[in-house]
């Protein structure tokens, strides 16, 4: 007792004095998940550099996050390392999640397809969070959400909603839509008719195109016959795979601006953002990778810096107890975009502006002035806490 009362009073005194305690230090561990046949990083594909589509593998911007964090989490008496967890393919993902567990590493920041998920939902429990930081899929936020699974790159449906909005706020009210074959396709074109529709954007047509070596379907790749009518402001196209989109600027037949999958692009990050931080940011990630970072990029840096808010402040909460402080909105991240950003409570989406972009600069921010939200102006991109069908909870 006399001993406890000696240690209260000179740490008492240390405080009087301007010396700060000693803090139990804590050292946490974040992986990167990924696997190394990813279709999406195949060295042609990369070489394409489709607008919205992969730069690079995502270490670099999950690394940069750490080193961003590190004077925080210092403070606190903490340190955090990135470590990668990449399986040879799907099939041998499950191996990799198992060893990821028995090491205790609590958090997992996913840069895997869609198909993916549930099986690294599964694998995790309550035993880690995970961060999506590279799928867009609605389903993930939606008929496929878990209680432990947070989004920080953007849904399908929010780059709609911004796209929307900034042709609402042009007058561009008449769109062209050329929708693509794959089911990828036309999950992008579900994604648009809703956001469309909730701001006023009328489809006057919509056309099927398809890249094919077959002669009898030749018309169907031919942009000029696609859009020959004159009775659209915008051609908006759904292209996942990116490579017809790309041929369609400036190759529609009637003068109309391209939007979509190509032209003007709704994109998580670009790299000629100019204000909050953003070229401290680009310029930072361009040493370390050697290249331009883009919207993955960015969604990976921002969730290992999301694992460090929270660590900060949290680090004696449960898992389960920290996924609930993060979809209470009091976990809050900077991610260079302007506002402060936390996760939504309904589906654990990460609240973000999004960045209505061209191959040169960006044109716009969403949300655009004028749209109005009762709560948070952020919520009216993607899918609001009413229209959400997740059910899930920590």
Excluded at 169 to 181: D, E, F, H, I, T
Aim: proline share 5%; glycine share 8%.
């Amino acid at each position: 007792m006399l001993a406890a009362k000696a240690l209260t009073a000179l740490g008492l005194l240390a405080v009087g004095l301007g010396v700060v305690p000693v803090v139990q230090a804590a050292n946490y561990t974040v992986a990167l998940v990924s696997l190394d046949d990813d279709a999406r990083y195949q060295s042609r594909r990369l070489e394409r550099r489709f607008p919205g589509h992969p730069a690079g593998r995502l270490l670099p911007a999950a690394q940069l996050g750490a080193s961003d964090a590190e004077v925080g989490l210092r403070a606190a008496g903490h340190s955090l390392k990135v470590i990668e967890a990449t399986a040879s393919s799907a099939a041998d993902l499950g191996k990799v999640l198992q060893q990821l567990k028995t090491d205790r590493v609590a958090y997992w920041v996913l840069d895997l397809p869609e198909a993916q998920f549930a099986q690294a939902v599964q694998a995790a429990g309550s035993s880690a969070l995970l961060f999506n930081a590279s799928a867009g899929a609605d389903a993930l936020r939606g008929s496929q959400c878990a209680a432990m699974l947070f989004h920080s790159y953007p849904s399908q449906a929010m780059f709609s909603d911004a796209l929307a909005q900034y042709l609402a706020a042009r007058s561009w009210r008449n769109a062209l839509v050329l929708q693509g074959p794959e089911a990828a396709d036309q999950l992008q074109g579900q994604a648009w008719q809703r956001a469309a529709k909730r701001y006023g954007i009328k489809t006057v047509d919509t056309k099927a195109f398809k890249l094919s070596g077959d002669p009898r379907e030749r018309d169907l790749s031919n942009t000029r016959l696609l859009t020959n009518d004159r009775n659209h402001d915008v051609v908006a196209v759904m292209d996942a795979d990116g490579e017809f989109a790309r041929t369609l600027p400036y190759a529609t037949q009637q003068p109309r601006p391209v939007v979509g999958a190509n032209g003007l692009v709704a994109l998580a990050w670009h790299t000629q953002w100019e204000r909050n931080g953003g070229p401290q940011v680009n310029r930072r990630f361009a040493r370390l990778a050697q290249r331009p970072m883009v919207g993955q990029d960015w969604a990976a840096w921002v969730a290992v810096k999301s694992v460090a808010a929270l660590v900060s402040d949290h680090s004696k909460a449960a898992l389960p107890e920290q996924a609930r402080l993060l979809r209470s909105g009091q976990v809050f991240v900077d991610g260079a975009k302007g506002p402060r950003l936390s996760y939504r409570a309904w589906d654990g989406q990460l609240r973000q502006p999004l960045f209505l972009s061209h191959v040169d600069g960006v044109a716009g921010t969403a949300p655009l002035d004028g749209v109005l939200h009762p709560i948070e102006v952020l919520d009216t991109l993607g899918v609001d806490e009413k229209e959400s069908p997740c059910k899930a909870k920590p």
